[in-house]
């Protein structure tokens, strides 16, 4: 049999492990190949829905994700180990030569641990301090997945190398496979935080006691594909112009009022086409002077401000404020927002664990 035969052991194991079930019909077990997908794509949708159904708590959403990002890839991986065992010939190689689809799976794992098993531990410690150093922004996933692929890459080449093979080698067409697998997953990530669920992490106190600092929050983008938001809801939107600091980054704030609603403020209290909407004082929250997130002439102008006159929301335009009101940059400062900076619906908590939650209850009892 030839070195490089088209159905090698640890080709098939790094198949397994990046689509559960694709090794298993590579090798030939068309059966059970395909209940592993299918089983991965039912397992995928019901974590995504998990997400932002109210009706899923944390829990079930942390066994879901469990077997979709560990137990299913783990089984399909040492399912089909067992299979091409019993299918192939174990290979023996000269020099303690070493198999560049095992450096290539191992660095799947992470960065690194490719090139301990051909013996160079050292890159481990240089793509660890790499991701380490990585900046926490928008771009972190694209330099984390280019890192791991050239990771992978260079482990497969160096191990290659080590056994000396022609050079014709390094760029085997199976090589397209498992690139095209890998890097699908973070195309079809991407996609669905763009397009269908955002994972926001709160990073003011402007919605305390609801929302607070440090909370995970997790939003659903196709909500108001088809209808539009109400009052009461907590929604996702993108920070307009009047906020110089933040502007464009995603923030999230309770809608007050809709379009064609008058909306006034005195001592402390809202209302909404003259019903009592919020009195302000019922959270026991009060300014503080020292924080810095927001500059003292807001804090001022929060304090000073108050809509004596009936405020006018215009057309396909919302008011928004945050649940602390005295610590919050929101529709009396910025004005209402058009409907089209709305990007979801913040369905709950998710992290930390002691205030995962569901937020379309707290609307029901405002």
């Known amino acids: ?20 079930g694709s ?17 991965k794509c039912s397992i995928v949708s019901l974590f995504w829905f998990s997400l932002v159904l109210p009706i899923f708590d944390l829990g079930i959403s942390v066994f879901l994700g469990s077997i979709n990002f560990i137990i299913l890839p783990v089984f399909a991986s040492i399912s089909s180990l067992k299979i091409t065992k019993r299918a192939l010939p174990n290979r ?13 799976f191992l660095s799947i794992l992470w960065p690194g641990l490719g090139h301990i098993y051909i013996k160079k531990w050292w890159w481990l410690i240089f793509y660890t301090v790499l991701i380490l150093m990585m900046p926490t922004t928008g771009i972190f996933l694209v330099l984390l997945v280019f890192l791991r692929l050239f990771s992978c890459f260079h482990s497969y080449i160096s191990a290659i190398r080590i056994r000396c093979e022609s050079w014709h080698h390094l760029f085997s067409p199976l090589l397209i496979i498992p690139v095209v697998f890998y890097v699908g997953r973070y195309i079809f990530l991407i996609f669905i935080m763009k397009f269908c669920i955002s994972i926001l992490v709160i990073s003011s106190e402007s ?38 600091d933040i502007k ?3 923030a999230v704030k ?19 086409d003259g019903h009592i909407k919020r009195n302000t004082d019922q959270n026991g929250l009060t300014l503080k ?18 809509f004596e006159k009936p405020y006018k929301v215009p057309q396909k335009s919302y008011f928004l404020l945050g649940d602390n009101f005295y610590q919050s940059a929101d529709s ?10 709305i990007k979801g619906k913040v369905i709950k908590i998710i992290w930390p664990p002691n205030r995962a939650k569901s937020l379309c209850s707290d609307e029901k009892k405002r």
């Open 289 to 306: 002077e020292d924080r810095k997130s927001v500059d003292q002439s807001l804090h001022y102008w929060l304090k000073q401000y108050a």
């Open 92 to 104: 023996r190689y000269a020099n303690n030569a070493k198999d560049p689809w095992l450096a290539f």
């Open 248 to 250: 464009g980054q995603l």
């Open 207 to 244: 919605m305390e006691p609801t929302v607070c600092r440090k909370d995970m929050v997790v939003s659903n983008r196709l909500e108001y594909l088809f209808k539009n938001p109400e009052p009461n809801e907590i929604v996702l939107f993108v920070c307009p112009e009047e906020l110089k």
């Open 23 to 39: 090794g298993h019909v590579y090798s030939g077990a068309m059966k059970s190949g395909i209940c592993l997908l299918l089983f």
């Open 332 to 341: 009396r400062y910025f004005g209402a927002i058009p409907r089209r900076l």
């Open 254 to 272: 309770r809608i007050i009022a809709k379009s064609g609603s008058e909306v006034s403020i005195k001592n402390n209290i809202v209302f909404v």
């Open 1 to 20: 049999m030839a070195l490089y035969d088209l159905k090698q052991r640890w080709f098939v194991v790094t198949l397994s492990w990046l689509l559960p």
